[in-house]
Structures are given as C-alpha cells and as structure tokens.
C-alpha cells in the first residue's frame, strides 16, 4: 500500500506547488507579457538543469533514439509552448481560481485519451472518483465560476487540450523507465522556452520586481515540480497523475485571496472535501500495474 501511495503524494505535493503559479503568473502579467513570463521562466529552469544533465544524465543523452528525440519535442512545443501561452494569455482577462478551475477539463481528457492511446483503463471506481472528483468541484465553485469572457476560456481550453496531451506522452515515456526523470523535464522544458523566446524574443530582463515571483516559477515550481512529477508518472498511470489536478483550483483559491485579493465563498470547505473524496478513490482503488518496466511505444 505504501508503495502505492509514494508517487501518488509525490504527484499531490506537486500539485499544491503549481496551485500558487496562477496568482503569481496574474501578478506578473502587470509587467510582462505571456511570452516573456514563460520563456523566461522555462529557458532559465532549463540552464540550471543544463549542469545535471551533463553530469547524471550524459549516458542517457547518448543513446536516446530519434523517436524519442521526437516524441521530447512535441512535449517541448505543446506543453510548454503552446500549453502555457494559452494559459497565460487567458489569465490576462480570466481571474485566477477560474483559470485553474478550467484545468479540470485534463482529467476528462486524460481518462478518454489514455484509454485509447496507452490501453490504461480505469476501473469502476476510478471512474466514480473522477465524477465525485468533478461533482467537489462544481460544489466549491458554484454554478458561475465567471465564464464571460469567451476568448480567454477557449484560449485556456486549448492550454488544456495541450497539457493533456504532453501528459500522454510524458507518460508513454516515462513508463518505459529508459529515460530518467531529469531528462523528461529538463529537455522538453528547453525545447519548448527556446521556442517561444524565438517567436517572441526577450527584450529586456525582467525588472527587479519580478525577480522574486519569477525565482519561485523557475526553480520550485518548474526544476524541482517536474522532477518529482516525472518520477511519479513512472508509477502512476496517466489518469491517475491527471485526477490530482482537481485540487489545483482548490489550493489556488486559497492562495488567491493572500495574494491577490480574490475571495472564496463559504460553500468551498464543503466542495474540498467532496473533491478530495473522488481524487482518494482514484488513488486506493487503482490497479498496480504499472511496477513493471514496460517496453512499448504507444506513442
């Protein structure tokens, strides 16, 4: 059981980290575009990780084959470029708990996708999980989460669409356990923060201001989330990885107000608690199949 339950509080401890990176990013849209913010933000992440690499993971580098040189690059462009610039150019209108609320949707996504692309099928009860999950989620809100700007949610929706499939592959990679995790966050997250400073490049170094907001998205939140999110995704299936981001928008509405100012409701103890049932049922009731090393390529 315990075993079971490491990489599952490895995934949920990474989700409580990311749930302060909408507020901050929020604060750092005063400032900086949504290019800037995530370029900076991944190529810096990326040269602090450059020294590992060379040192832990060289062997690994060497004998990486061209289809995973690609399937790290799609990685690269879909969710770290296109993926994060979707969600922070809809956090420029939407508020910060809506935005991760609208991350709910990865779950969704995940659990149809995986189970036709990586033959990971939940059970009858991980299913029920997702829909207690959802259902907490619903509750916490409310029935108006401030869905009125249209263009911001569908760009956060497309963030989403992106974020759902670099899990996919992330996880179809991962699962085989012949990259290591340093290698799956750290190259995926240059290819795609030098892609974006090459569409939109930096002209300036972000203001002192930002330094110590831009510092927690770099090294916390991006270096040392990702590898424990990556050695996780080698144990849990990509379904159950997906369904502990419906705590996301709990921690970030809790954050908000700290930060931010934007308040929370009464009604959202009741939703978390809700919320948290669903995402243990997922968890307590999976299939350990994952221990194994397995060598396909679904992806």
């Known amino acids: 059981m315990l075993r079971r339950l490491f990489p599952y509080a490895e995934a949920i401890s990474v989700v409580l980290i990311w749930a302060a990176s909408p507020p901050i990013i929020k604060m750092l849209l005063d400032d900086l575009s949504p290019y800037e913010i995530a370029g900076f933000r991944y190529v810096a992440a990326f040269l602090l990780f450059v020294p590992l690499l060379l040192f832990i993971s060289r062997a690994i580098l060497r004998v990486l084959s061209t289809q995973d040189w ?19 150019k809809g956090l420029e209108n939407l508020d910060a708990t809506t935005s991760a609320f609208l991350l709910n949707g990865i779950p969704v996504l995940t659990f149809l996708l995986g189970a036709a692309f990586l033959s990971e099928k939940p059970t009858s009860l991980q299913w029920l999980g ?12 409310g029935m108006s989460v401030g869905l009125d700007d249209f263009y911001s949610i569908g760009l956060t929706l497309i963030g989403v669409l992106a974020y759902t499939i670099n899990g996919l592959i992330g996880r179809s990679i991962a699962r085989e356990k012949v990259v290591d995790p340093l290698t799956l966050s750290a190259v995926p997250m240059g290819i795609g923060g030098f892609a974006i400073l090459f569409i939109s ?57 700290w930060l931010i100012g934007e308040m929370i409701p009464g009604r959202a103890w009741a939703g978390m608690l809700v919320t948290l049932v669903g995402v243990l049922l997922v968890g307590f009731t999976g299939e350990r199949t994952s221990e194994r090393v397995i060598q396909e390529r679904p992806l």
């Open 130 to 141: 997702l829909v207690v999950a959802l259902a907490g989620s619903v509750v916490f809100f």
């Open 201 to 257: 490049p930096l002209h300036a170094f972000p203001p002192r201001s930002t330094w110590g907001m831009m510092l927690w998205l770099i090294v916390p939140s991006s270096m040392l989330a990702f590898l424990i999110w990556n050695h996780a995704r080698q144990n849990l299936k990509a379904f159950e990885m997906s369904i502990t981001l419906n705590l996301m928008p709990i921690g970030t509405a809790l954050i908000s107000p």
């Open 70 to 88: 690609l399937r790290l690059g799609i990685m690269g462009i879909v969710g770290f470029a296109i993926g994060s610039i979707t969600m922070f």
